[in-house]
């Protein structure tokens, strides 16, 4: 008989055999042998991907590890120390995996590697196409809009608003304040100011327009967006889930300093509350980021009830260029502000972010 009938090992005995398998394999009743799957059982030790093969196995890495040595532990890729993970701004090595980042005022486009700007600021650039009715603030010297009513009120430090104005020197005011001249904000202040840029602006001889909006839908496109923004920009799991009920956005567009029309800044303010919590997003456009203010600026806020910040550009010459400075490579500069806390015995947790 060929082999003693044996598929693989035949061992010759006293008047008989024996047949055998080699590693690997299971020996049958008939003498023939099975290949032993040992990726079903524990016993192979792989971290990763066990793969079964006739007789034998080897163990393998999911996609972003890397087999060790002893062929059996996997470690993880960091795929942001080459250039293939083609991000376009950064890169962010995760357990397996990456992610791609982009640059404050731009989101990730849908293949995850290239940016493209936020698209907050698209709609923020067209105002008027938002459906939502757009108020233009007076044309006039040190003036300020109609008031803005705002039901629930709004919570600034530890008081809640009814009224608001945009004033036409660059802030947001709680009371008819039209000032021209700007002061470092400090505690004892008796005015309550959020301001993006306040300086003295002269739209009376033509240059420049400002406008503002009131959202109170926080499922229409702006306000979620709005929401996105600070979440993104703010990134703690505290505020994950705020959502802006109540937006007003102001935008100063082509404005001057008093006596000058050369010169010319636009800048967007904008307040956002979900009546507990409050926010103010301040974002310059850079592409005249070289704009030299004859004027000082403040860029903060102040509080009746003693809370106040001042921007690093504030109450300095020639401010433009302080707030665009840190972003080089972006038409946009931002700063946010924590303008109401919903600790009650605090008030506020002032934050620039």
Not at 44 to 53: A, D, F, M, R, S
């Amino acid at each position: 008989m060929n082999n003693g009938g044996c598929e693989q090992i035949c061992t010759d005995t006293f008047l008989s055999y024996n047949c055998s398998c080699e590693d690997g394999y299971l020996l049958n009743g008939d003498g023939t042998c099975s290949d032993i799957d040992e990726c079903l059982g524990q016993d192979h030790g792989c971290e990763g991907i066990c793969v079964n093969t006739d007789g034998s196995f080897f163990c393998n890495c999911s996609d972003g590890f890397l087999l060790n040595i002893d062929g059996k532990a996997c470690t993880d890729i960091n795929e942001c120390m080459g250039v293939d993970h083609r991000c376009e701004y950064s890169c962010e090595n995760t357990v397996g995996s990456y992610t791609c980042g982009c640059d404050v005022g731009f989101e990730l486009n849908t293949d995850g590697r290239t940016c493209r700007e936020t698209l907050i600021f698209t709609l923020l650039l067209s105002m008027e196409g938002t459906g939502h009715e757009t108020h233009v603030v007076p044309r006039v010297d040190d003036g300020i809009s109609d008031p803005i009513l705002v039901t629930d009120g709004f919570p600034l430090g530890c008081s809640r608003h009814s009224t608001i104005y945009v004033g036409t020197n660059g802030y947001f005011a709680f009371s008819e304040f039209t000032g021209f001249t700007p002061f470092p904000f400090s505690e004892g202040n008796e005015l309550s100011l959020v301001a993006p840029f306040f300086t003295d602006i002269d739209i009376s001889k033509g240059s420049g327009r400002i406008v503002y909006q009131v959202h109170n839908n926080f499922s229409d496109i702006f306000s979620s967006q709005v929401a996105q923004y600070i979440n993104v920009a703010i990134n703690t799991n505290r505020y994950t889930n705020f959502s802006a009920e109540w937006i007003l956005i102001a935008t100063w567009t082509e404005v001057s300093p008093y006596n000058t029309n050369n010169v010319k800044a636009t800048f967007f303010g904008i307040l956002a509350t979900d009546y507990q919590r409050s926010f103010a997003v301040f974002i310059y456009n850079c592409e005249n980021g070289n704009a030299t203010f004859s004027n000082r600026a403040t860029v903060g806020f102040v509080t009746s009830d003693g809370f106040y910040a001042n921007h690093e550009a504030s109450y300095g010459w020639n401010p433009y260029p302080t707030l665009c400075r840190n972003h080089p490579t972006s038409q946009w500069a931002q700063i946010i502000y924590e303008i109401s806390g919903d600790d009650p015995t605090r008030c506020i947790s002032y934050t620039e972010y």
